[in-house]
């Protein structure tokens, strides 16, 4: 893999925009209330509650106990869903999704964040949370090796990976996304609950349709055969129905909060990235 791309990379740093619970300390804000630094609002004393957190200016003038609440403190848990499906190989999709996987598994490195980056095709393959540099290059390396292959069904995924991760997490779910339409936006409305970002990959040719005459395709799934003649009339077919698929995702996208992009091939991967600071998912330092 070439990770040139990652020198580019360090004017960014991940950010949410939903608060994220994790059970790791760090530096990104919870849903719990406890003992950090950024105050919320303010509730009466209760019989068992730490005398620490009373503010005693506010006794002074109210002679009443309250507790000045905050925001704890937690560590940003980036879990990254590659396609590993059959469907990935083609024109090299797979390795262009796994430099983007691999530079969101960057960018949490550099914060210090744990990050695992989970395979899937008929099965989902969780990735152990971990930080640091030999995890990256180890994760990397792994990369490198796997051929994708099998079908990929996200509705049985996403439930998948539900049941195995329990903490709030930024969830980078990366795809060409050409499986049935209602199984992907199902998996979407799964996965809301965390901080989400889906990312489609597609070759030029898939989103173009650019063929001509008689063309023989193969299934790279299923590996079942389909002689079409490709003309001009279904060509615009092709382009309006795969139209009318990304704008029911896009939609499921909008209604849960979740930013989604998509990137051809042929787009190089440092402006991939620059198109998302565009939407604050990742931003400059």
Request: proline letters at 2%; charged letters at 30%; aromatic letters at 10%.
């Amino acid at each position: 893999m070439d990770t040139e791309f990652f020198r580019e990379l360090e004017r960014f740093s991940l950010l949410v925009k939903k608060r994220v619970s994790t059970t790791y300390s760090g530096g990104r804000k919870s849903l719990r209330f406890g003992h950090g630094i950024s105050p919320v609002g303010y509730r009466e004393y209760r019989r068992g509650d730490d005398f620490k957190l009373v503010d005693w200016k506010v006794y002074a003038r109210t002679e009443k106990l309250y507790l000045r609440e905050h925001e704890e403190e937690r560590s940003l848990l980036v879990q990254i869903l590659l396609d590993a499906s059959g469907s990935m190989v083609y024109d090299n999709k797979f390795i262009y999704a796994s430099q983007i996987a691999a530079g969101f598994a960057y960018l949490a490195t550099m914060e210090n964040e744990k990050f695992a980056i989970s395979l899937f095709c008929k099965l989902f393959y969780p990735g152990e949370p971990k930080r640091g540099r030999r995890h990256l290059i180890q994760t990397i390396n792994n990369l490198d090796k796997l051929i994708p292959k099998g079908q990929a069904n996200l509705k049985k995924i996403s439930d998948q990976f539900e049941a195995v991760v329990r903490s709030t997490s930024l969830v980078v779910l990366i795809s060409d996304l050409l499986g049935d339409t209602e199984n992907i936006v199902s998996s979407i409305y799964r996965l809301s609950d965390h901080e989400l970002i889906i990312i489609r990959v597609l070759a030029p040719n898939e989103d173009d349709l650019d063929f001509r005459g008689d063309i023989r395709f193969v299934d790279m799934e299923t590996r079942q055969p389909l002689i079409s003649r490709v003309t001009e009339s279904e060509r615009i077919e092709y382009k309006k129905k795969l139209e009318e698929h990304i704008s029911k995702i896009n939609v499921a996208c909008n209604n849960v909060g979740a930013d989604f992009f998509s990137f051809r091939t042929d787009k190089p991967i440092f402006d991939a990235f620059s198109e998302m600071v565009s939407k604050a998912i990742v931003w400059r330092a």
